[in-house]
């Protein structure tokens, strides 16, 4: 069999890493994939180029198109890919649409009666300054449509909000016209993904991203820094249930009851109240980096998921028991201004540590360069998460850190005693 991913960062090379481990599976291709992708066909088609991907699944007789990131669902791969009769696993146009406007997913968990934080809209920024005047702080401020979890701001006073009001209005994070306010939801985050086919959920394992930039969850927010999966410090058993029976299951029967079932990887992301779950944000696809801690445990084959999964079947997913933690390698400068072009010499880490590539390209003399946020994702697996954390930061000691940074307490809350 022939497989494509779609997309060119560190959770597609985790999605290549583990098909290419399918025996069944002669080439995977990655378009465009990256340099780092040794394990793959890299093809130099960009993602959100729909008609050359679909000529190149025809021309090639790709069984399966499994696509990473949210903006070519959103642009309608999956309905293009379909309308040509080729294989794909992911939600259509319509269905994106829980991820790519966060109204439309607001308003559906409003429907569907899914916990998740107060929200209002505005397309004013005097009204929605005076919104926050009246409401206060803590109070989240949101660009809405797709800004990779960096269009975010979780004030803790009335100025921060301001004066993110003030950056969206001008064109921050692309050109806005609404914005969104938000209920401080105050809990631990956790994510959650799953299988979808319509009405049939089946959730993976848990994970926990680290959105913020440096170490103690301080500066910015990212588009994550790090995962770990399990978690320890939750029932995780309990968790899964209460979410799948309040917030996935109600999510997936509403949108088939509306005529927009969701088909492929759900993301919840959710917060852990003293209420229980409450939902932060919706992704219709893999998280990022979750897909590179949850990948490394799953232990069926992806396709045998997928393929019995589209058949109306339930397949059997079985997870490892262990211990799974990923850390960011980021550019300078990371989120607001990466600095790019610094060598990337993996060859200095542990060789028990996992690389997977997102942010990398070819340099000059053969080199490996950064030419993104974030560069890469360092892996370790080992029987508890003391040993995982400890194997990837031993295998991180002696990298060459000229041009990156990277939080040095990832998984940190999984030892902490409640
Ligand atoms: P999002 O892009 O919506 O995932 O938001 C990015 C991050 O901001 C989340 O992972 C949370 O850490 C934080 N955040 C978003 N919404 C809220 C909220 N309503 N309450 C508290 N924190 C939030
Ligand atoms: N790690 C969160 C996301 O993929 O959006």
């Known amino acids: 069999m022939k497989v494509l991913v779609v997309g060119k960062g560190g959770r597609e090379h985790a999605l290549v890493w583990k098909l290419a481990q399918d025996v069944r599976i002669e080439t995977v291709y990655a378009a465009p994939g ?5 394990e793959a066909v890299c093809v130099p088609i960009r993602e959100d180029a729909i008609e050359e991907l679909v000529q190149f699944a025809r021309d090639e007789q790709i069984d399966w198109t499994i696509v990473g990131p949210e903006g070519p669902l959103v642009l309608g791969i999956v309905n293009a890919f379909q309308a040509a009769g080729l294989q ?29 934080a107060d929200h209002a809209v505005f397309t004013s920024a005097a009204e929605a300054i005076a919104y926050i005047r009246r409401q206060g702080a803590p109070i989240v401020v949101k660009a809405d449509g797709l800004a990779a979890g960096k269009g975010v701001t979780v004030a803790t006073t009335i100025e921060q909000a301001v004066q993110a009001i003030d950056e969206i209005f001008a064109g921050d994070f692309g050109q806005q016209s609404s914005v969104v306010i938000e209920e401080c939801l105050v809990g631990e ?3 959650l993904m799953a299988f979808v086919h319509e009405e049939t959920v089946i959730p993976m394992v848990l994970s926990q991203d680290h959105k913020r930039a ?53 993301y919840a ?25 949850i990948l490394p445990r799953l232990e069926t084959e992806l396709l045998d998921v997928i393929i019995p999964l589209m058949q109306g079947n339930i397949p059997e997913v079985l997870w490892s028991d262990d211990a799974v933690v990923g850390v960011v390698v980021a550019a300078n400068g990371y989120p607001e201004q990466p600095v790019t072009g610094h ?15 997102a942010g990398t390209a070819a340099g000059d003399e053969e080199k490996i360069v950064s030419a993104g946020g974030r560069v890469l994702v360092c892996v370790a697996k080992a029987k508890d998460m003391q040993q995982a954390v400890a194997t990837v930061y031993n295998g991180l000691d002696s990298f060459d850190r000229t041009g990156f940074f990277y939080r040095t307490d990832i998984a940190k809350k999984a030892f902490r005693t409640t």
């Open 34 to 38: 990256n340099i780092g992708m040794t």
């Open 214 to 266: 440096f170490d103690g969850d301080t500066g910015p927010n990212t588009g994550g820094m790090g995962a770990y999966s399990p978690l320890p410090q939750f029932d995780e058993a309990a968790v899964t249930e209460e979410a799948m029976q309040r917030v996935l299951r109600p999510l997936v029967e509403q949108m088939a009851s509306e005529g927009i079932p969701f088909t492929g990887f759900l």
């Open 88 to 116: 794909i696993f992911g939600p259509s146009r319509e269905a994106a649409a829980i991820e790519g406007s966060k109204q439309f997913a607001k308003a559906l968990m409003d429907r569907a009666g899914i916990p998740t």
């Open 189 to 191: 985050e956790c994510s």
């Open 343 to 357: 060598p990337v010499q993996t060859s200095t880490i542990g060789s028990d540590v996992l690389i997977f590539h």
């Open 269 to 293: 992301g959710l917060m852990l109240t003293s209420r229980g779950p409450s939902v932060i944000e919706f992704n219709a696809r893999f998280g990022d980096p979750e897909t590179e801690v």
